[in-house]
């Protein structure tokens, strides 16, 4: 049976940022003299509740088979046109978008008679493509209502209790032999002040007591096979390699200090100690007595040339650990040198005017002009030059406090490759979006929270492990999810068994079957396409990407439509 | 049984991430904004760094997903009245203003304002151009309805004219709307009313309100915006010249005990670098300077793109806080007299434009609203967290949440984790309370 092929052409303005540029009126002309075009018309924005109505409308009117929207990019926008044509009762596969903005009139605002020639290209592409889509189907799957955790510091017990709320079993794997994390080795925490044994003891206890939980200790993921839903976990424990299956996966491996030997004296000199030492001094004996005169180093070995990232809490730290100093003893002098105070936001701005008013002396220094220390007979001496009072100054310190920079843990690297989700340049997780998806991956069903994502305080990781459990808990809640139809097909014919899409494959959905042949997971496939470019007999095409579509479109790039 | 709803108060990023979460996991959300459309301050942003993505060309498809979800019911031009009963059993009173257009038939054409006589300034475009009385608020609104601004109406005002009434062909005006109560229970209430700009003009020695070149952030924002009332030409409001040597100056109003707020607004510095880089894009020739204080840097990817914004863009970074600016009364240009504190040398620095990145500060409706939910504010007027540690998201009263800038400044990604933080705690609440 053949159908007739009846194509709409909707045509956006993006109010001036194509209609400025591009000539939308001659674009949705030349669209309409298109082969089995049956429909096209400009809209202003066609994202607009009222744009989707008018596609919908269209549909029904012209008996539309296959839509084409000429518009901005598909990453932002196709989804909501796919559904706008699904309600029509048209399958989202048989939906086209041609990036008439980001791709066109953006880049040839200066040119706006070949941009709108441009634009006539690309729609005649999509227009060529459209015409050969197919119906195509997204399998549904099941959601295992079980949740895995990785890391059992702060975030990663919040994030395991709030599943727990939620009513989900959950498996909390930890490195170490203990949970607690990092606020184990603190003392106080910012802005309240709050003991960090006050925080963490009872999320433990509550942990350990749960019958939903099962913490598995001195334990590491070794391997994770599976997609979303259905993830296949071994952590490897004390008695041996453990098989999990869980629904999603919580990345909660918090972070590392860097260990600043041979900055600033650390490691020579004596009296040279980190902000983490200092704290793990007050937690053992409640304060620091013979020390007069403190003096601390912000940006150690961060915020250069090696680091480039600043790690978000140390500024707010001198100044708690300032404001603790003079409120034992007004008498001491306590010195920050800094290059930028790092203290945002309405309460952690109030502890420095409270460390200020207290009489901590802040110095600011310069990055190409960094303090001095080196060891005297008396303690540490401390020379920087103030570039405010264009003078250097000399201290004579009992103790100098380096803020040493938090760093991605080591094991990141292995993880990240079991779990198939990227790192960032500085080797900490990376999110899928900066703005909008902050706590997701990329890859479907893996979440990220706390100082695994980037330093921050302990505030902000509870919430980031609240945000990562409410996004793991969507899907988990559900029970079941449709899975992309963009997948990879074997053509068995033609398939010879030789596997190089198997090593090529980056998300591990492909097998060889018990005839040897290749076999694709469609719920693990992200339709990448590796395996298909690399498959040296062509038996592997994508579904929505055939080579037959991708061809006309090329044809038609090249004016051959 | 099914499970109770979920109140949602503001729709802007926090509360529409907050609504989404809940929708998708299957619980219904009310969600309730003041204004005649969902988007909040992040519609009326430009770009958003580092990717430099379109601000609202990323929020639109979360608008939009908030109006088809089968689950979110929205309420514009509606605020929370009474509250009363507890964690997994409020009831709710929600007033909503009359429209005067009814939202089930206008379809947003347009048609209405291209024919309304009457031209009033155009809040949303921060005052730098006019709307008709009767408006879309902006392009991509959602809903995507005209809204009768009865304050300014011929008809209201005078009892003449009714042409956009007669030119709708849709049939969508309605002159006699009155005020709606609507009755809500829900389980648990997500407050996320936002933040808004302070307006610098008590500021004499920086000259906003005098000098129509002096703008803030938010109105340099939609200045720079193609969609803004210049098309996003950097054109100066003075006299329409193209403006290429533009200073920004940090900290109006903040970080100062004397004369403002002592706190610290913790966007400013990025947004800042932001809007310097565009300016840049936009024409590589111009020259930006940027005057600050500390230059707050502490979030993921921030020292990379400022350092980005000097080598690459040659933004100017200039520590020290300008004293005054002055106009040249021949040229019109804007003087920024300061000192390099670093120098310690007084300087002046001749501009088109200056832009002032004033304080954000809680909005002044959060005082009335905290009467009605029970909560306290802190003394800046924003919304008071249970526990900066340990209950960020919480507060006083039990299935009462806050996320988003309504409890201080914060960027777009904490609002948006906060906003999913929310959502996992009424999620937990929907499960404890439901029988």
């Known amino acids: 049976m053949t159908e007739e092929i009846r194509i709409g052409v909707f045509v956006c303005h993006c109010g001036v940022n194509i209609g400025g540029y591009v000539d939308v009126p001659s674009v949705v002309e030349y669209a309409e003299r298109l082969p089995d075009v049956a429909y096209a018309e ?488 590796v395996c298909g470019a690399s498959c040296p007999e062509g038996a592997i095409t994508m579904r929505h990407f055939t080579d037959e579509q991708l061809e006309a479109q090329g044809l038609a790039a090249i004016g051959e439509a | 049984m099914m499970d109770k709803p979920v109140l949602v108060i503001g729709g802007g990023v926090a509360g529409i991430q907050a609504a989404l979460d809940l929708a998708d996991r299957g619980l219904n959300v009310h969600l309730v904004e003041k204004s005649p459309s969902i988007g909040g301050v992040m519609a009326q942003l430009d770009k958003t760094f580092p990717t430099m993505d379109c601000s609202i060309c990323i929020l639109a498809p979360k608008m939009i997903e908030c109006s088809r979800h089968p689950n979110i019911t929205i309420h514009t031009l509606s605020q929370v009245k009474e509250v009363t009963g507890r964690q997994g059993d409020f009831d709710v009173k929600v007033l909503k203003e009359p429209r005067y257009v009814d939202e089930s038939r206008c379809t947003g054409c347009g048609l209405c304002s291209e024919k309304c006589p009457t031209r009033v300034s155009d809040g949303w475009q921060k005052g730098l151009t006019e709307r008709k009385a009767i408006y879309v608020m902006f392009p991509q609104a959602v809903p995507l309805v005209a809204k009768i601004d009865s304050e300014h109406c011929l008809y209201f005002q005078k009892g003449v004219c009714q042409v956009c009434s007669r030119v709708c062909p849709a049939g969508a005006i309605d002159y006699t709307q009155q005020p709606e109560e609507i009755s809500l229970n829900v389980s648990s209430i997500i407050v996320a009313t936002g933040i808004q700009e302070l307006d610098p003009s008590y500021i004499g020695e920086y000259g906003y309100g005098r000098f129509k070149d002096v703008v803030t952030s938010l109105e340099f924002e939609r200045l720079v915006c193609a969609s803004g009332p210049t098309g996003g030409h950097l054109d100066r409001p003075s006299d329409g010249r193209h403006a290429d040597r533009i200073a920004f100056v940090q900290c109006v109003g903040s970080r100062s005990h004397k004369n403002g707020y002592p706190y610290c607004s913790s966007v400013c510095c990025m947004y800042a670098t932001k809007e310097a880089v565009l300016i840049k894009e936009h024409d590589p020739g111009s020259e930006v300077t940027i005057f600050y204080m500390d230059l707050k840097v502490y979030g993921q990817g921030f020292q990379q793109f400022v350092d980005r914004a000097k080598l690459h863009w040659g933004v100017e970074y200039v520590r020290g806080r300008p004293g005054e600016i002055r106009r040249n009364p021949i040229t019109g240009d804007l003087v920024v007299w300061y000192e390099d504190t670093i120098t310690g040398d007084v300087y002046e620095k001749t501009v088109d434009l200056v832009v002032l990145c004033t304080t954000l500060i809680a909005r002044p409706e959060n005082k009335e609203l905290a009467d009605v939910l029970g909560l306290k504010l802190d003394e800046w007027g924003f919304f008071k967290s249970r526990d900066p540690v340990r209950g960020h998201i919480e507060t006083d009263v039990p299935g009462v949440f806050v996320c988003g800038c309504c409890h201080g400044p914060r960027d777009i990604p904490e609002s948006v984790a906060e906003a999913s933080a929310g959502a996992a705690y009424a999620a937990e609440v929907s499960r404890r309370c439901t029988p």
Not at chain 1, 231 to 247: A, Y
Not at chain 1, 348 to 367: N, P, Q, T
Not at chain 1, 381 to 408: H, K, N, Q
Request: charged residues 25%; hydrophobic residues 35%.
């Open chain 1, 42 to 529: 400009p809209n202003l924005y066609t994202c607009s509740s009222d744009g989707l109505q008018k596609i919908q409308e269209a549909i029904e009117k012209h008996g539309l088979n296959r839509v084409v929207v000429a518009s901005c990019t598909p990453r932002t926008h196709e989804p909501l046109f796919q559904s706008a044509c699904e309600e029509a009762g048209l399958n989202r596969y048989l939906f086209e978008m041609a990036n008439i903005r980001d791709q066109c009139s953006w880049v040839h605002m200066r040119e706006p008679e070949k941009a709108t020639q441009k634009a006539k290209d690309l729609v005649r592409m999509a227009v060529a493509k459209a015409r050969l889509l197919v119906p195509e189907e997204e399998p549904e799957i099941d959601v295992l209502p079980k949740g895995l955790v990785i890391g059992g510091g702060v975030s990663g017990l919040t994030a395991a209790l709030s599943l727990m709320d939620q009513g989900f079993k959950v498996h909390l794997v930890e490195r170490e032999g203990r949970l607690g994390g990092t606020l184990l080795k603190l003392d106080k925490l910012f802005p309240s002040n709050v003991k960090a044994s006050e925080v963490i003891d009872p999320l433990v206890e509550r942990v350990e007591e749960s019958n939903d939980v099962t913490v598995h200790l001195d334990s590491k993921v070794s391997d994770v096979k599976g997609f979303i839903g259905n993830f296949d976990v071994v952590v490897d424990t004390p008695g041996g390699p453990e098989k999990l299956n869980v629904g999603t996966i919580i990345v909660a491996t918090g972070a590392g200090y860097l260990s600043p030997e041979g900055l600033y004296g650390y490691g020579r000199v004596e009296g040279v100690v980190t902000q983490l030492e200092l704290e793990q001094t007050f937690k053992e004996v409640g304060g620091l007595e013979g020390v007069e005169t403190l003096v601390m180093i912000q940006c150690v070995g961060s915020r250069n040339e090696e680091r480039a990232y600043c790690s978000r809490v140390c500024c707010t730290e001198a100044m708690k650990n300032a404001i603790r100093l003079l409120e034992k003893d007004p008498r001491r002098d306590v010195y920050i040198l800094y290059r930028d105070l790092q203290t945002y936001g309405i309460e952690f701005s109030a502890m420095e005017f409270d460390a200020k008013k207290r009489g901590a002396r802040l110095v600011m220094y310069d990055k190409d002009r960094p303090p001095e220390v080196t060891g005297e007979e008396k303690g540490p001496l401390v020379r920087v030059y103030s570039p405010l009072l264009d003078e250097e100054l000399t201290i004579e310190a009992d103790m100098v406090v380096l803020a040493a920079p938090i760093v991605p843990n080591v094991d990141n690297e292995a993880l990240s490759r079991h779990l198939k989700v990227p790192l960032n340049s500085d080797g900490f997780f990376m999110e899928a979006h900066v703005k909008l998806r902050p706590v997701d991956f990329a890859t479907d069903g893996v979440y990220v929270c706390g100082t695994a994502h980037s330093p921050k305080e302990v505030g902000e990781s509870v919430y980031q492990a609240k945000a990562a459990a409410s996004r793991a808990g969507i899907p988990m809640a559900r029970g079941s999810l449709k899975a992309a139809a963009i997948t990879s097909v074997v053509d068995e014919d033609r398939c010879c068994g030789c596997g190089t899409c198997i090593e090529m494959c980056p998300y591990n959905a492909i097998t060889k079957n018990e005839r040897g042949l290749a076999q694709v997971e469609p719920a693990v496939c992200k339709g990448c396409g």
